[in-house]
């Protein structure tokens, strides 16, 4: 399974200014890509198009091969999953429903999960470490585990490619890092994870590739350790960091240090 992106360019009017332009990066198994820049990018853009919600783009989006505005998005949803961030709910369905709702590309309209589904639904949760909250109503649970919680519908989709649109918004600092382990493993597994953050360590910590978005168009694309700099980040956010490179025991890795908490001092 890959997904390649070439030349996408996007306006949502014929004389607007350009969301995305020429955007081409490709991913495949085992890819966890973190996709940093600051707000009104076109991150959420780029996501819409490669789950067919947006076709009028110029440019290729190929799943495989085909491209995604020949597939409709039943077949598109046989291949690419969304997680978008944890939300308060309307209705307070147990986190085991919610999960089964993963299942709408498998069933007809007016059928219902059967025993093996809920088996499914159930290890999903398992293996994400919150089977226990399956009977438990999602408008009750913590924020974090609403995150794993949607990601285990997306597990039950059995999509292979799981587009995260900032997973760690609004959780507390314990469990960011018990989402970004989960998504980590995930990648381990074999999924491709695509995901947008405002956290550069989020990049350095959990990902292989990272993608740097400034006005629409990539300005940075590799490993984190190798394309996030001091440079690039004061380009990009307008803030003073030095990077630097973290050690304990056996794990190394690099982390942004904010210079003077990030801004410079005058006078």
């Known amino acids: 399974m890959n997904l390649e992106v070439s030349n996408l360019s996007f306006a949502y ?5 350009p969301i995305l332009d020429d955007v081409s990066f490709s991913v495949k198994k085992g890819d966890l890509l973190a996709v940093l820049g600051p707000n009104g990018v076109g991150k959420s853009t780029m996501f819409r198009c490669i789950l067919g919600f947006l076709r009028n783009y110029d440019g290729n989006i190929r799943l495989d091969g085909q491209e995604i505005k020949s597939l409709d998005h039943r077949e598109i949803a046989k291949y690419v999953a969304y997680i978008p961030q944890s939300t308060y709910p309307v209705f307070n369905y147990t986190a085991l429903d919610v999960v089964l709702m993963g299942l709408t590309n498998q069933l007809n309209l007016l059928a219902a999960p059967n025993q093996e589904h809920i088996d499914e639904a159930y290890a999903a949760m398992e293996s994400l470490g919150i089977a226990h909250l399956r009977n438990a109503g999602y408008g009750e649970i913590s924020g974090g585990e609403r995150q794993l919680t949607l990601i285990a519908r997306a597990l039950v989709q059995k999509a292979k490619i799981l587009i995260m649109d900032e997973p760690t918004a609004n959780l507390d600092y314990g469990n960011q890092f018990r989402v ?55 380009v990009v956010y307008g803030v003073d ?18 210079i003077n908490g990030g801004v410079e001092k005058h006078g």
């Open 13 to 17: 009017s014929k004389r607007g200014r």
């Open 180 to 234: 970004m382990c989960r998504i980590s493993d995930l990648a381990r597994e074999g999924y491709i994870i695509i995901l947008s953050t405002h956290n550069p360590d989020h990049a350095f910590l959990y990902a292989n590739r990272t993608l740097m978005m400034y006005s629409g168009r990539v300005i940075a694309d590799g490993a984190p350790d190798d394309v996030l700099d001091e440079r690039l980040i004061k």
């Open 241 to 258: 960091v030095n990077v630097e490179d973290y050690r304990y025991g056996s794990r190394r890795h690099k982390l942004c240090v904010p």
